[in-house]
């Protein structure tokens, strides 16, 4: 087997200024942020989004070209991508594990600044049958849309991959409308003792995550859309696959134990 280096299946990455443009966006980012909230003053914050957003797109481009156009992505490459993959989801798990650690070290033995009870003292929860159960409809739905897509695409079938995909997004955004209704309405705040500390927090992680894996998605959408996928060829969407099933399972722990089980 051979690249087109011409001697090896594996890839070696040209240069590319995206790299350093990337942890220079990141810089700006997380300056920004803290200029923001201490001087009241958004603007580095909103040109390090700009530039995370443009180099974003720039450096999916060239992957995109590399694997859908250059042939660069060859079996062995792959499969270094799905460990890539895996091991990254694999710190996302560990990640959101200690929020959860946070949360039940407050929960089951809370001490006598929240009340000695849980949920503490003065704090009103939400109803779990109501938003947070629709949310959770919305993301169980949305995990058997895209599975429909994935077995679509392994079938070659474009139209009903569109339609699927298509769904998954639309479900999605619509998960992220409701939260943020939903955070609009919440009868405390993050300030409000350790309970509003580590609902926000889980739950608020979990919701940048559906918006990362929305956009995943999207991305996704589009490359279908010009057919750069197919039935032998397609880990670019296997890996958002696998990302939103994931989100799908910390929501189902998220709601069992914060919303039904906390509250």
């Known amino acids: 087997m051979t690249s087109s280096h011409g001697h090896h299946a594996f890839h070696l990455v040209d240069m590319s200024p995206w790299p350093l443009t990337g942890s220079i966006s990141a810089m700006m980012l997380t300056t920004g942020l803290v200029k923001w909230f201490h001087q009241f003053n958004p603007d580095l914050l909103a040109l390090g989004v700009l530039a995370t957003t443009l180099t974003m797109i720039q450096w999916w481009r060239d992957i995109t070209r590399e694997g859908t156009y250059q042939g660069l992505h060859t079996k062995a490459v792959t499969i270094g991508l799905r460990w890539g993959m895996i091991l990254f989801i694999t710190s996302e798990v560990l990640f959101f594990f200690s929020f959860f650690w946070a949360f039940f070290h407050s929960s089951l033995s809370p001490n006598v600044e929240v009340g000695s009870c849980w949920p503490p003292a003065g704090i009103q929860t939400f109803n779990p049958f109501q938003i947070p159960l629709l949310n959770t409809a919305i993301l169980l739905a949305s995990g058997a849309t895209v599975t429909w897509a994935h077995h679509a695409i392994m079938e070659s079938n474009h139209s009903q991959a569109l339609q699927g995909l298509a769904v998954t997004v ?38 940048l995550h559906v918006i990362i894996g929305s956009t995943f998605l999207m991305v996704c ?35 069992i134990s914060i919303y039904w089980w906390g509250g």
């Not at 609009?184 to 300030?191: C, G, R, S, V």
């Not at 969407?237 to 709601?255: N, P, S, T």
């Open 170 to 207: 639309f479900l999605g955004l619509y998960f992220t409308a409701l939260q943020a209704l939903e955070y609009y309405e919440a009868p405390f705040t993050i300030a409000d003792s350790v309970y509003g500390s580590t609902f926000f927090v889980a739950t608020g992680f979990h919701g």
């Open 221 to 255: 959408l589009y490359r279908l859309y010009k057919c750069h996928f197919s039935a032998a060829h397609h880990f670019g969407f296997e890996a958002a696959a696998w990302y939103w099933h994931f989100v799908d399972v910390v929501w189902l722990f998220l709601y």
